[in-house]
């Protein structure tokens, strides 16, 4: 079956640790998506990447970086410098560029940083 | 810039009642729309989507129409289940300020309780 993986589904961490979250998509896809979700606060895009190689900050990249080295994969790492790491993470992708395409998700990574 | 805004939760309803969560939106050019809905712990699911003006999207007894003129996204649906209890999210695709990327840009989610 086609879709998109995120792993672990719950993470755990000291405060001061890099931490880095997997995703990966069987879909083809050329855009993959990173967001944060924090209640009553929807979701927030960190990074996005369009294409391999390539990538883009979203409106919260502080404290957070990416890397699109296959086309399948867009791992994300939580950084020391992000002050509050604590949020559910949730990754996406999309079909190619273009206004009437949805993002497929994937079933998230809850982050619990102490 | 682009915005969404949907009307905030908590919503309570009887299993069969009829459910209305409202949207409107701000955008540059003519975005497409979207409603997620999202399960307790899971991620986000598409329900339905439009991308012009009058289209109606529906999936599962839901359903929204894109109004232009009123710059809104209603989602209904006509007897609600207890399974149709989540998060819904209503989300619009359109260009990002002076780029050629197009985001989504989501509401702030609205939870539905349905009851028996």
């Known amino acids: 079956d086609g879709g998109i993986t995120q792993s672990p589904k719950y993470l755990f961490r000291k405060e001061g640790q890099n931490v880095t979250l997997s995703c990966e998509q069987n879909?083809?896809?050329?855009?993959m998506y990173w967001y944060r979700q924090d209640p009553g606060q929807g979701l927030r895009l960190i990074y996005y990447s369009q294409i391999v190689n390539d990538f883009q900050k979203g409106d919260i990249a502080e404290g957070y970086s990416v890397s699109r080295e296959k086309k399948e994969s867009f791992p994300l790492t939580v950084t020391s410098a992000q002050k509050n790491p604590t949020a559910f993470y949730l990754c996406?992708?999309?079909?190619?560029?273009?206004?009437?395409?949805?993002?497929?998700f994937g079933p998230g990574t809850r982050l619990t940083v102490t | 810039g682009n915005s969404v805004t949907q009307m905030e939760g908590p919503v309570t309803l009887s299993e069969e009642a009829f459910l209305t969560i409202n949207c409107t939106y701000t955008a540059t050019g003519y975005p497409s729309l979207f409603w997620y809905v999202q399960y307790p712990g899971e991620g986000l699911q598409l329900l339905l989507k439009a991308t012009k003006a009058d289209d109606k999207g529906s999936n599962k007894g839901f359903e929204a129409t894109y109004r232009k003129e009123t710059t809104s996204f209603h989602l209904e649906k006509g007897s609600v289940q207890v399974s149709d209890s989540a998060v819904y999210f209503c989300a619009l695709s359109g260009r990002s300020s002076g780029g050629s990327n197009y985001k989504l840009t989501f509401g702030k989610g609205t939870l539905l309780t349905v009851n028996p």
């Open positions: 996406a992708s999309r079909p190619q560029s273009g206004i009437n395409y949805e993002q497929y």
């Open positions: 879909l083809n896809h050329d855009a």
